[in-house]
């Protein structure tokens, strides 16, 4: 089975200067949690969780207001080919302790998300492995100090 079988096709993807709060209304209106970063061309520059906006912006008392995609985002983008099998898939999920990918085409540009969800609805006999495997304790916080 190919990741372009189970990913969550086109998602909405911001770029670096979109405000934040508009990226947590992206979120509300498409019901996910995570938003891909990309520039003018489409290449993914990282990533901006729900979690991030939580323990970047909320739980260090920072005003989300005045802040960007990029104030936040994860800047280190994991991605996955189109082409690449779920097992590879699972594999770089596990190796980076992550609940989604990006998904990029020929190209380099972003075309899809794989999630834990994307796992437990479209390639069931993987669910089990790949909550495991990214659910292990880290050995750094998740509570990253931005500048």
Same mark, same amino acid.
């Given at each position: 089975?190919?990741?372009?079988?189970?990913?969550?096709?086109?998602p909405t993807?911001?770029?670096?200067? %979109?405000?934040?709060? /508009?990226?947590?209304?992206?979120?509300?209106?498409?019901? #996910?949690? #995570?938003?891909?970063?990309?520039?003018?061309? &489409?290449?993914?520059? &990282? $990533?901006? @969780?729900?979690?991030?906006?939580?323990?970047?912006?909320?739980?260090?008392?920072?005003?989300?207001? /005045?802040?960007?995609?990029?104030?936040?985002?994860?800047?280190?983008?994991?991605?996955? =080919?189109?082409?690449?099998?779920? /097992?590879?898939? #699972?594999?770089?999920?596990?190796?980076?302790?992550?609940?989604?990918?990006?998904?990029i085409?020929?190209?380099?540009?972003? #075309?899809? !998300?794989?999630?834990?969800?994307?796992? +437990? %609805? /479209?390639?069931?006999?993987? %669910?089990?492995?790949?909550?495991? +495997? !990214? =659910?292990?304790?880290?050995? $750094? +916080? =998740? @509570?990253?100090? !931005?500048?």
């Amino acid at each position: 089975m190919r990741v372009k079988e189970i990913m969550t096709q086109d998602p909405t993807c911001c770029s670096p200067t %979109t405000p934040l709060v /508009e990226v947590a209304q992206l979120m509300v209106r498409d019901d #996910c949690g #995570c938003i891909p970063v990309v520039d003018e061309k &489409g290449l993914p520059l &990282g $990533t901006i @969780t729900d979690r991030d906006i939580t323990c970047r912006v909320v739980a260090q008392r920072k005003d989300p207001a /005045e802040l960007l995609a990029r104030d936040c985002m994860t800047a280190s983008c994991v991605v996955v =080919s189109l082409e690449a099998t779920v /097992e590879d898939c #699972c594999d770089l999920m596990e190796e980076n302790q992550i609940r989604r990918v990006v998904v990029i085409d020929a190209s380099g540009r972003c #075309c899809g !998300i794989v999630s834990q969800a994307d796992f +437990a %609805t /479209e390639a069931q006999a993987w %669910t089990g492995e790949i909550v495991q +495997a !990214i =659910s292990r304790p880290t050995e $750094t +916080a =998740s @509570t990253v100090q !931005i500048h």
